[in-house]
């Protein structure tokens, strides 16, 4: 347990600033992440150095197909989370109690190093929410930066602007949770707001490599014209953001719901490439739908089959070998090791 950031006092209760949920709270309870708590009229995080879930990952698994292409990277991921999606695919870690682990910060990225002859290139911080365990994350972030380490957030971006800011000089990529493209549904289906994950988005855009995320569940945020909303804001942005489809499956509150059409997938990205240069289908069974094209020749420059990459079609500065375009990614590519095969 550490003394949380960004806070105010008042009147015996604490101000919690870090979300937008501004979670005002008595003495002795949590916010509504479960992990930040007042205690005798101080914020404390519950989590600090709690990890739930580690392991190495392929980098894609993340996912991230731009950054370190065919690469692993450490995994590391705690309890807790300030939203509460109905459709939540790691409940059991994000809103249970799991079982954890006290490590340091120092120890993770240790960790993190001792996988380098795996051509691990860094920290993942992912699971449930790594922003309701900003202190910790913001140490190890420290930390593996000092020792040549990059450092990766997998999050709903549901985080004010902030703490963001300062996070943000030892962030090198996020794959960040657009989770659907109306305030309803945040309201209704997650207890959060879209403009604040969008303001994310945007205010991380310009600082590190970004990649998208949006879940497609069936009947829910899969309408056609939501899905042209969202392509138009993310080309509003950057067309060149990696945008990720993936597949909804019957999971956690909503185990009532059929998995998402793989007729509603392929329309949904076919709508996103219209203005889109790289579109990505997640949990299907297409690896095409997991390949690279380059924008301008239209030639497959990165091959994967699942998480893997079998092939690559670049030169070193990540160039399309057949027509020279830039591509956007970030860090050297690899064919992955056969071995994770």
């Known amino acids: 347990m550490r003394k949380a950031r960004f806070y105010e006092t008042e009147e015996g209760k604490v101000h919690c600033r870090l979300c937008p949920n501004q979670c005002v709270i008595r003495d002795e309870k949590t916010g509504i992440c479960r992990v930040r708590k007042n205690i005798g009229g101080e914020l404390f995080t519950t989590n600090y150095g709690q990890i739930t879930s580690y392991g190495m990952d392929p980098i894609e698994k993340k996912p991230l197909?731009?950054?370190?292409?065919?690469?692993?990277?450490?995994?590391?991921?705690?309890?807790?989370?300030?939203?509460?999606?109905?459709?939540?695919?790691?409940?059991?870690?994000?809103?249970?109690?799991?079982?954890?682990?006290?490590?340091?910060?120092?120890?993770?990225v240790e960790m993190a190093l001792s996988q380098k002859d795996r051509d691990c290139v860094g920290i993942a911080y992912t699971y449930s929410e790594p922003s309701v365990w900003y202190e910790f994350v913001y140490d190890c972030a420290v930390l593996a930066h000092e020792a040549g380490l990059t450092n990766v957030l997998v999050t709903n971006g549901f985080i004010e602007a902030e703490p963001l800011d300062v996070i943000l000089p030892y962030i090198d990529a996020m794959n960040v949770d657009v989770k659907a493209f109306t305030d309803d549904f945040y309201r209704k289906v997650c207890k959060g707001g879209l403009k604040a994950v969008l303001r994310t988005v945007e205010q991380a855009v310009p600082r590190c490599h970004v990649e998208l995320t949006t879940l497609l569940v069936t009947g829910l945020n899969d309408e056609p014209d939501e899905i042209t909303a969202l392509r138009d804001w993310v080309a509003s942005v950057d067309p060149s953001l990696p945008l990720h489809l993936s597949r909804y499956s019957p999971r956690y509150k909503m185990t009532d719901r059929p998995s998402t059409p793989m007729d509603t997938m392929r329309m949904a990205r076919e709508i996103a490439?219209?203005?889109?240069?790289?579109?990505?289908?997640?949990?299907?069974?297409?690896?095409?739908?997991?390949?690279?094209?380059?924008?301008?020749?239209?030639?497959?420059?990165?091959?994967?089959?699942?998480?893997?990459?079998?092939?690559?079609?670049?030169?070193?500065?990540?160039?399309?070998?057949?027509?020279?375009?830039?591509?956007?990614?970030?860090?050297?590519?690899?064919?992955s090791d056969p071995l994770r095969g």
């Open 65 to 108: 197909y731009h950054f370190y292409p065919g690469h692993e990277i450490l995994s590391v991921g705690t309890t807790g989370c300030n939203l509460h999606c109905e459709f939540c695919q790691n409940w059991e870690i994000a809103h249970g109690s799991p079982s954890t682990v006290a490590v340091t910060a120092r120890q993770v």
């Open 273 to 335: 490439m219209e203005k889109l240069s790289y579109v990505y289908l997640g949990n299907v069974w297409d690896d095409e739908a997991a390949d690279t094209f380059c924008p301008q020749c239209h030639k497959k420059v990165v091959d994967r089959t699942g998480f893997l990459v079998r092939s690559l079609a670049l030169d070193a500065e990540n160039r399309c070998t057949f027509c020279g375009f830039q591509i956007n990614i970030l860090g050297r590519a690899r064919v």
